[in-house]
Protein backbone atom coordinates (compact mmCIF):
# COMPACT_ATOMS: atom_id res chain seq x y z
CA UNK A 1 0.00 0.00 0.00
CA UNK A 2 1.29 3.39 -0.53
CA UNK A 3 -0.09 7.33 -0.49
CA UNK A 4 0.50 9.24 -3.55
CA UNK A 5 -0.32 12.47 -4.44
CA UNK A 6 -1.13 13.68 -8.50
CA UNK A 7 -0.11 16.36 -10.04
CA UNK A 8 -0.52 17.17 -13.37
CA UNK A 9 2.88 16.16 -14.91
CA UNK A 10 3.29 19.95 -16.57
CA UNK A 11 3.64 20.93 -12.97
CA UNK A 12 6.44 18.78 -11.96
CA UNK A 13 10.15 19.45 -12.39
CA UNK A 14 12.72 16.47 -12.45
CA UNK A 15 16.60 17.05 -11.76
CA UNK A 16 19.32 15.26 -11.99
CA UNK A 17 19.53 11.75 -13.80
CA UNK A 18 16.68 9.03 -13.80
CA UNK A 19 15.83 5.40 -15.07
CA UNK A 20 12.41 3.88 -15.92
CA UNK A 21 10.83 0.52 -15.71
CA UNK A 22 7.43 -0.61 -17.56
CA UNK A 23 5.99 -3.47 -15.74
CA UNK A 24 2.87 -2.91 -17.09
CA UNK A 25 3.70 -2.10 -20.87
CA UNK A 26 4.07 1.26 -22.86
CA UNK A 27 1.84 3.46 -21.04
CA UNK A 28 2.71 2.70 -17.38
CA UNK A 29 5.98 4.13 -16.11
CA UNK A 30 8.31 4.27 -12.74
CA UNK A 31 10.64 6.22 -12.78
CA UNK A 32 13.74 6.50 -10.00
CA UNK A 33 17.22 7.44 -9.20
CA UNK A 34 19.45 4.94 -11.01
CA UNK A 35 21.77 5.26 -8.17
CA UNK A 36 19.57 4.94 -5.12
CA UNK A 37 16.27 3.48 -6.67
CA UNK A 38 14.49 5.52 -4.42
CA UNK A 39 12.38 8.52 -5.15
CA UNK A 40 10.85 9.36 -8.27
CA UNK A 41 7.23 8.99 -9.52
CA UNK A 42 5.21 6.73 -11.86
CA UNK A 43 2.86 7.95 -14.78
CA UNK A 44 -0.09 5.39 -15.10
CA UNK A 45 -1.21 6.30 -18.47
CA UNK A 46 -4.99 5.54 -19.01
CA UNK A 47 -5.80 6.43 -14.94
CA UNK A 48 -5.32 9.91 -15.05
CA UNK A 49 -3.33 10.79 -17.99
CA UNK A 50 -0.98 13.40 -17.98
CA UNK A 51 -0.30 13.33 -14.64
CA UNK A 52 2.15 12.03 -12.31
CA UNK A 53 2.30 10.17 -9.08
CA UNK A 54 4.89 10.93 -6.02
CA UNK A 55 4.38 9.34 -2.72
CA UNK A 56 3.88 11.49 -0.12
CA UNK A 57 6.73 10.56 2.20
CA UNK A 58 9.16 12.22 -0.27
CA UNK A 59 8.33 15.50 0.43
CA UNK A 60 9.35 14.74 4.18
CA UNK A 61 6.13 17.22 5.59
CA UNK A 62 4.39 16.11 8.55
CA UNK A 63 1.85 18.85 7.36
CA UNK A 64 0.92 17.09 4.33
CA UNK A 65 -2.68 16.74 3.60
CA UNK A 66 -4.54 13.39 4.14
CA UNK A 67 -5.54 11.52 1.54
CA UNK A 68 -9.42 12.09 0.00
CA UNK A 69 -9.50 9.15 -2.44
CA UNK A 70 -9.04 5.06 -2.94
CA UNK A 71 -8.72 4.00 -6.05
CA UNK A 72 -8.07 0.25 -5.11
CA UNK A 73 -10.79 0.68 -2.59
CA UNK A 74 -12.00 -3.41 -3.02
CA UNK A 75 -8.75 -4.45 -2.31
CA UNK A 76 -7.67 -1.84 0.28
CA UNK A 77 -6.91 -3.36 4.12
CA UNK A 78 -10.18 -4.07 5.80
CA UNK A 79 -8.78 -1.61 8.83
CA UNK A 80 -9.28 1.34 6.26
CA UNK A 81 -12.82 1.47 6.40
CA UNK A 82 -12.33 3.23 9.50
CA UNK A 83 -10.63 6.27 7.12
CA UNK A 84 -13.90 8.15 7.52
CA UNK A 85 -12.54 10.86 5.18
CA UNK A 86 -12.05 8.86 1.92
CA UNK A 87 -13.90 9.04 -1.12
CA UNK A 88 -14.39 5.36 -2.43
CA UNK A 89 -16.49 3.61 -4.98
CA UNK A 90 -19.11 1.45 -3.92
CA UNK A 91 -17.93 -2.46 -3.26
Not at 3 to 20: D, M
Not at 30 to 58: N, S
Not at 64 to 69: E, N
Amino acid sequence: MTLSAWFPERQVTVRGKTASWRPQGPEAEKVFCPVCGGGGYVRTGAYLPHCVAIRVGTFADSDFPPPTHVHWWASRPRWLQEVGLLEHPED
